[in-house]
C-alpha cells in the first residue's frame, strides 16, 4: 500500500518489499526456490536468443549506436547514450543526493558515453495521481519508478518495455541471487518488465521501552493475536493515556491492514480467480471480533480513531502506543522525521505467520526506448541497485554518510549475496540489529496485494472503522456490505 507514504516507507506505495523464505523453508520448498530461479533464468535466456529488439521511436532524440545487436551482450562502453531517470533524491536529502552523484561518476568510468539526466520531485517519488497522469500522457522518464503492485496499471497503458532479453546473468550477475518473490512481481505472462530497488514484508513492531515498563520481554514480540491481546493489556493498564495496540481506519490504510492481518492467518481477500471478494467468512469475522474485543472490552486501543499512515508513527514515536503492524522503514521515518531513536524500537513476525504483506519499489523502462537505451538502463540500474558492496549496498559508505544502516530491509538477496550482504550490513550497523532478531529469524513468505487494491482497501476501511468506532457494529452486515462493493470493483477489471 504506497498511495499516502513517503519514498522511505512502505505505505506510500501501492505497495508493498519479500524478505528471503530461505532461513525457514523445509528442503522442499528450498529446492522449489531454486527450481522457480532456474526456471526464471532459463526463460529470459531463451527469449533473449529469440528476441531481435526494441523499437527506437521513443528513444529519445540522441544519437545512439555503436552497440552489439544480441540484446543479452552487456552494453558496448562506446555506445552512445543519455538517459533520463527520475526519483533521484532531492537536494533536501543532501547525504543521498551525494551518493547518486559518486554513483553517476562511478559508473561513467565504465560506460563514458552514458549521459545520465536526473528527475526529482520533492516528497514521495511516487505520487498515484501524477504517475497515473503520467502514464496516459506518455510523458514517463526513460526510466521509471514504480511500485510493484503498479505493472497492472503500466501494462494497461502499454507503457514499460519487456526487458526479457536484456536481462541475463551477464547483465545482471547476481540475478540468480535476488529472491523470486520479488522477480515474479515485475513479471506478466513470462515476461519481465522492471528491476527491482527494494522490497519489504510487514511484521509487529514494538516500543521497546514500553514493553519493558508493562513487564514484557521486548527481545520475544507477540507471535499470535491471543499474545498480542494480551500484552496490549498489559501496556495499556500503564495508563496515562497510552495504548496497547493501534491500528488503522482511514486513507485506505485500514483496508491495507485487514489485508495484511487476514494474509497472516492464512486468509485470502480477493479468491483464485480475481473476480470475488474471499473475506466474507469465519476468518474475517475472527479478525473484527478480535479488535471489538481489543478496542470495547480490553480499552487498549485509545480512544481516538479514524487513524490513518503517520498517526501510529507519531504515537509509538513518542512513547504513547506500544505496538503496530509495520515494515522496517517505519523506523527510519520516526528516527529521521519525528526524532525517536533506533534502539527504542523492535519488530517480530506477522501474527499467525502464515503468509505476510509483502511489496516494494522498482524501475521500469518506457517502451519503445532503443535497444543501448535498454541496455544501458539495465546496466545502471544493475550497478546502482542490484550489486552486493555497491550503490544502494555499500553500507560502509552509509555508514559514513551519517545515513541508517541494520534494518533488515530491502533484502531480497539469497545465497552467497545474501551472505556477503548481511554480513556487509551488520559489520556497519548503526543501531542495534539484534532488535530484529524474532523478525529475521522466522522469516514469513510474502505475499503480493490483492488486484485494484487501492479501491478494494478504501471499501475495507469502511469495515475497520465500523468495528472500532461503533461498540454495537453488525460485524456480519458490514462484511457482507463491504463483499458486495468489492465484488463490483472486481467485475470491472
Not at 326 to 332: E, M
Not at 361 to 366: A, G, P, R, S
Request: proline share 6%; aromatic share 8%.
Amino acid at each position: 500500500m504506497r498511495s499516502v507514504r513517503s519514498s522511505s516507507a512502505r505505505f506510500r506505495r501501492t505497495s508493498t518489499t519479500s524478505t528471503t523464505n530461505a532461513l525457514r523453508a523445509a528442503s522442499g520448498a528450498r529446492r522449489s526456490r531454486r527450481t522457480f530461479a532456474a526456471a526464471l533464468l532459463a526463460a529470459l535466456a531463451l527469449t533473449a536468443l529469440a528476441a531481435c529488439g526494441t523499437s527506437s521511436s521513443a528513444g529519445g532524440g540522441d544519437a545512439e549506436g555503436g552497440g552489439s545487436s544480441d540484446p543479452s551482450a552487456p552494453l558496448d562502453p562506446k555506445a552512445k547514450v543519455t538517459l533520463t531517470i527520475d526519483c533521484m533524491p532531492p537536494t533536501a536529502k543532501a547525504a543521498e543526493r551525494k551518493e547518486w552523484n559518486e554513483d553517476v561518476r562511478t559508473f561513467n568510468k565504465t560506460y563514458p558515453n552514458v549521459r545520465i539526466e536526473g528527475k526529482s520531485t520533492p516528497g514521495q517519488c511516487l505520487e498515484p495521481p501524477r504517475f497515473t497522469a503520467m502514464l496516459k500522457a506518455k510523458s514517463q522518464p526513460d526510466v521509471f519508478y514504480t511500485y510493484f503492485t503498479d505493472l497492472e496499471q503500466v501494462l494497461d497503458n502499454d507503457g514499460a518495455a519487456d526487458i526479457s532479453a536484456y536481462v541475463t546473468d551477464r547483465t545482471v550477475p547476481a540475478l540468480k541471487d535476488i529472491d523470486p518473490d520479488v522477480m515474479g512481481s515485475l513479471t506478466k505472462d513470462g515476461k519481465l518488465y522492471g528491476l527491482p530497488t527494494s522490497n519489504y514484508t510487514m511484521g509487529l513492531l514494538i516500543n521497546r521501552k514500553l514493553f519493558r515498563q508493562a513487564g514484557l520481554d521486548p527481545d520475544h514480540p507477540p507471535r499470535t493475536w491471543p499474545e498480542v491481546r494480551t500484552a496490549a493489556r498489559a501496556i495499556a493498564g500503564l495508563g496515562e493515556g497510552i495504548a496497547g495496540f493501534g491500528e488503522y481506519s482511514a486513507g485506505n490504510t485500514g483496508g491495507w491492514h485487514f489485508t495484511a492481518t487476514t494474509y497472516g492467518l492464512g486468509g485470502d481477500i480477493v479468491d483464485a480467480s480475481g473476480r470475488k471478494a474471499a473475506f466474507n467468512n469465519d476468518l474475517g469475522r475472527q479478525i473484527l471480533g478480535n479488535l471489538h474485543a481489543m478496542r470495547w472490552q480490553d480499552d487498549s486501543m485509545g480512544r481516538t480513531q479514524l487513524l490513518k499512515w503517520g498517526d501510529l508513527q507519531k504515537q509509538i514515536a513518542s512513547d504513547r502506543l506500544g505496538m503496530f503492524l509495520a515494515a522496517p522503514d517505519d523506523i527510519t521515518y520516526m528516527v529521521q522525521q519525528l526524532g525517536a531513536k533506533y534502539e527504542n524500537f523492535g519488530m517480530g513476525p506477522m501474527p499467525g505467520e502464515k503468509t505476510t504483506l509483502f511489496g516494494g519499489n522498482n524501475y521500469m523502462i518506457k517502451k519503445g526506448s532503443s535497444p543501448d537505451k535498454i541496455k544501458a538502463a539495465v546496466a545502471w540500474l544493475n550497478f546502482k541497485n542490484l550489486t552486493v558492496g555497491k550503490g544502494q549496498f555499500d553500507w560502509s559508505r552509509t555508514k559514513a554518510d551519517g545515513l541508517p544502516v541494520g534494518l533488515p530491509q530491502p533484502n531480497f538477496w539469497l545465497n552467497a549475496s545474501k551472505t556477503a550482504d548481511d554480513a556487509e550490513r551488520a559489520r556497519h550497523a548503526t543501531m542495534p540489529v539484534a532488535n530484529f532478531k524474532t523478525f529475521m529469524d522466522n522469516p514469513v513468505k510474502g505475499k503480493a496485494e490483492p488486484p485494484r487494491a487501492q479501491e478494494i482497501y478504501k471499501v475495507l476501511d469502511n469495515v475497520m472503522s465500523g468495528v472500532l468506532t461503533d461498540e454495537d457494529a453488525d460485524i456480519a452486515k458490514l462484511l457482507a456490505t463491504a463483499e458486495q462493493q468489492v465484488n463490483r470493483i472486481l467485475a470491472n477489471r
